[in-house]
Each structure stands twice: as C-alpha cells, then as structure tokens.
C-alpha cells in the first residue's frame, strides 16, 4: 500500500523537476511548481488555497558579501578610527547573529522583494475537530552551496575559518580601542604602531573571508531530496487518509493540514508567513506539526529535538511519541538536537508560533557529514532512497492514527 504512494510521491517530484527544474524562492518556476501542487492536492481536500506572501530572497546569504566589504573597511579603520572600526564590527557581528544564525529579517528590506506562494489544503473529518496536524514540506530549492562542489572536505574550514576571522577583528577593534583610550591619558607610546600592526594582520586574514562571497552560486538546485519530495508525500499521507474517508473509515476528530512552503531556502520565509497568518488558529485547538526535510537515505533517518542552529526547542512529547512509533515499525527512531551552524527547517517556525512540531530528516546532519547531493546540482530524484519516501509516508500515518486514538 505504501510502496505505491512512495512511487507516486517519486513520479510526482521528477515529473515537476523535468517540467520547471530548479525553483529558487520567489521565481517563475517555483510558482508554476506551486500551481501544480496546488492542482494535485485539490482533487483530496475540502479546502486548498495558494498563499502569497512578500519575500526577499537575496537578503538570506547575500549578506555574506556586505560582511566581506565590511571587513575589509573594518581592518583599515582599525589603523586609524578604532571606534569606527567597533562600531563596523558591531554591525557585522548582529548580522551575522540575527541574519544568519536566528534567521531573523535584518538586511530584507535592503533586498529586492519578490512574491513567494505557500500551497494550503484542508481534509476534514467527519466529527467534530478536536485537533490538527500539519503534514509539511517545501518545493522551493536551493541555491548550490559551492563549497560543497569544490574541495566539499574543506567546507568547515572554510565557514569557521571565515567567520572566525570576522569575529576576531571585532574583539581585536575593542581591544584596540581601549588601549588607544588608555594611551589618551597615560601617554602610553607604540599605540600607533599596535593600530597599524593589528590593521595589517586583519588584512592579512582577509583572504579567509574573501572567499566567503563565493560560497553559493546564484543558481538553484534540482531540489529532489531538499525538499520537494517531502511536498509529495506529505500530499500522498493526505490521499492515504481521503481515501480512508471515502471508504467510510476517515478521521473523526482530527483535521489534516496539507502545507508546502515556498522560502524555506531563504530563510523559512513561507512557513513564517503562515505561521503568522494562521496563529490565531494554532492557538483555537492542539495543533501538531509532521515536517519532513533532507529526504535521501532511510539508514539516516532521525528526529530533531531542536532547530534552528539549537535557537528553538522542538515538542519533546511529539518528538518522542514519533521515535516510539518508528521504533515499532522497525525504522531508525534516533532523536538529536540540530548542530550548529546547520540551519534550520520550516518546523522552527511551527514551533515557534505554538505548535507541538517535529522535524525529521533522512540525512547526516552536520557540517562535515551531509548527503553529497545536498546543495549540489546532483540533487535529482535519483539521490532519494525510496525506501525513505516509503517509510515517511507510513511513519507520518501512524503519527495521526496515534493522535485520533487519543481522542477520550
């Protein structure tokens, strides 16, 4: 039964990358990718709707080019402008921070804006709601990482050594500012020189941030694995479940909440958009998230116990209920905190907004251990395991079969 929605959720992913290839956020392609998601879903569910919401795609990892310009111009006010330099530096750190690490908006209105589309659909059941659960994915791709092209073993040397070196001109500009300070009043000599030997050590580090503004291409991944195959089963766990209602064996009180967000490349855009759209919905019944990421090999499959570089907690309960279930279905059930300078999925935002939401991923997750797809333009529907595809589907029904069992 479940093989034959694993296949469809495979034939679906290539049929959409073969007819509109990459879809980065915001562009053409991936809103003709929603449309035709928009399509499938719409023949299972009682309600569907497209999203549209603002997103500013570039701000995401472009920012990494405004912090190589400032470093350089940090490194040289460090010889002459200290305070200039912290106040540089300052700026560059809470980028780094908010903007890459937190994810937050800080550089977006600097950006072009573009239209993203969530693709929404609503099943039913056939009592009264007493809970709902989203089943999620996202069809927008990625940009490729070129790091992970060329020399993909130097990848956290490259990221640590980069921004490391960012970091350390920040701490030295303070350092340095303090000193000159000191030297103000106690006619402390050499200061001059300490600035000028500090600027040009900074300088001498820049090619480690340099390469930083060629770490992601301007063009997109095929986006099988991450994450569009997730988009598609999440729609076949939807089917399994129309299906059971049209037989007269459907959910009593749990309503199915199909998402596939647009914008999860650039920074979890589309599922903050819905999050902030449907919030007060969240907060009207028990809501549980069923977020699917990184879809390539079963051996790999586990739970996240945090997202969002460890920022948000995701639901122990769910997370742990998800485990036994995967446990009992003789699958991988291991649970662990996302690694740090990993990212984070859409379910951080589910979170977030008060949702119990789990994530899981069927991939190595850390910066030396990733699936050699992922990033890349090798990421076509022959890196997904179907045997990953088959087993999410069955794992996520039995997630909802677990929920609606609860029903006193």
Known sequence: MYS???????????KIIDAYGPRLAGSEACRKAAEA??????????????????????AFLDFIKVLVVAYAIDALALAFVPIASIVLGTASIAVLVFGFILYREVLDPFFPALEGHNVVGVLEPEGEVLRQV???????SARIFNFYIDRPELYSRRIYGGIGSVVALWIASIVVALVSGLAMKTSLIGVDLLRAISAAAFLGLFPFVLHLWFFASDKG???AGDNLVASALAL????????RREEGKGLAHTRLVFASFDAEEAGLRGARAFARRHGKEFASLPSYGYNMDCVYNLSDLSMLTSDLNGSVKLDAEATARL????????LPSATKPIAFLTGG????????????????IAMRWGNDARSSAYHTPRDTIDSVDPAAVEAL???GARFIESLEADTP
């Open 4 to 14: 034959d929605r694993a296949k469809n959720a495979m034939e679906f992913t290539a």
């Open 37 to 58: 998601i928009r399509a499938r879903i719409g023949a299972l569910c009682d309600s569907t709707t497209i999203e549209d919401f603002v997103v500013h795609p570039g």
């Open 134 to 140: 989203i089943v999620s994915g996202h069809h927008d």
């Open 221 to 223: 991944t095929p986006g």
């Open 236 to 243: 076949e766990i939807v089917a399994e479940f129309a299906q």
């Open 323 to 330: 485990a036994k279930l995967a446990a009992a279905e003789g």
């Open 345 to 360: 999925t859409d379910a951080a935002e589910l979170a977030a907004a008060g949702v119990h939401a789990t994530s899981l």
């Open 393 to 395: 589907i069955r794992l």
